[in-house]
């Protein structure tokens, strides 16, 4: 029986036991992994069996799963706090096919620095207590006295943008920050509670972004108090490189080479050609470089495009802060209070239906 596009997208979602969206496979359909396996199929071609076109399809499926993440279809954008300091997973979603993911670790440092961190932040918290600007608000609004976690709770919002409502107190939060190297939101609970902030001496920002227009991109940003020893800033930047990526992958001068020659060759067709007709060309310009047969120069590519244009990055779980189960039972509050609402509209609509 002749297979068509259909019936080889069929089958391609029963062995991998997933679902094409429709943008995945119009784009995959592009690509022209599916017409290679069609005229394979047909005698017309020796390259791209199932197997092979499957591997295409499985890369482009997990792409894919990267873009379907729940949160992102539940709560559409959630954008970057403004002072670049928010603790946690930050999601942001400016349009349906692309995506950026911000996680912000703490890096345990040695006895030593610990016990330095702990007097700073002993010295900082009774110093922040003075501060004009604190013991104004806290005159005002608490009367002078610290307020309980429930009562501070009522200051922020439960809601996914994590906003604090007193606009005074987000504006005192931020300059806390600033002053001290503590996170806004704990700034905010230090002037309510009197709780102590994390101080944060070694922290690294793990920054992924992934679109179906370009290369997936990682970024590691560390931020160092310029007392920490440098042999600890290196130890961290690498345990981090190792849980994001792995050990950093190589590619050699030849596979690069392949790789911008392909991508080259797509741009100029609006498709990427057959790779038994790119071979052909391969071998003439890169006699050097040569390959036997298409399936090696396949390879050479598939290789090379995971490596540079779609690498895997990958987070560590966190350890829960204060600050963030605060968050997450801000969360889980606001979620609560959307079911009560949606049995109270879904009972007035059966009454009045």
Not at 32 to 43: F, K, P
Not at 178 to 204: C, I, K, Q
Request: with cysteine.
């Amino acid at each position: 029986m002749k297979q068509t596009e259909i019936g080889v997208r069929r089958k391609l979602e029963r062995s991998l036991k997933a679902r094409f969206h429709e943008t995945t496979w119009s784009n995959f359909i592009d690509d022209g992994y599916v017409r290679d396996h069609l005229e394979y199929l047909a005698g017309e071609r020796q390259e791209m069996k199932f197997p092979e076109l499957k591997d295409f399809a499985r890369a482009a499926l997990n792409r894919q799963h990267e873009h379907e993440r729940e949160l992102l279809e539940k709560w559409g954008v959630l954008e970057e706090s403004d002072d670049g300091d928010a603790e946690g997973v930050v999601y942001t979603r400016k349009r349906p096919s692309a995506k950026t993911v911000r996680h912000t670790f703490d890096i345990e440092l040695p006895e030593r620095e610990q016990r330095r961190a702990a007097v700073l932040l002993e010295i900082q918290m009774r110093q922040a207590a003075a501060r004009p600007d604190v013991a104004r608000f806290r005159a005002r609004h608490l009367k002078d006295r610290l307020l309980s976690a429930n009562d501070a709770e009522a200051y922020f919002d439960p809601g996914l943008t994590e906003g604090i409502t007193d606009q005074e107190l987000a504006a005192l939060g931020r300059d806390l920050a600033r002053d001290y190297g503590w996170h806004r939101e704990n700034s905010a609970w230090f002037v309510l509670t009197g709780d102590a902030p994390a101080l944060r001496p070694l922290a690294v920002d793990v920054f992924t972004a992934e679109s179906m227009y370009s290369p997936s991109y990682c970024r590691l940003t560390l931020h160092v108090a310029p007392w920490v020893p440098s042999e600890e800033v290196e130890k961290a930047f690498v345990w981090m490189r190792d849980q994001v990526r792995g050990a950093p992958g190589t590619v050699g001068e030849q596979r690069l080479e392949v790789l911008r020659f392909v991508e080259a060759e797509r741009a100029k067709h609006g498709q990427r050609p057959s790779f038994g007709a790119l071979l052909q060309i391969w071998n003439r310009k890169y006699p050097h470089w040569s390959y036997g047969d298409y399936r090696a120069f396949s390879k050479a590519y598939r290789e090379a495009h995971k490596e540079v244009i779609s690498p895997e990055y990958h987070s560590p779980r966190r350890a829960k802060t204060p600050n963030l189960e605060r968050r997450e039972a801000r969360h889980f509050k606001r979620l609560e209070a959307f079911k009560e609402k949606a049995q109270a509209v879904y009972a007035e609509a059966i009454e009045t239906s």
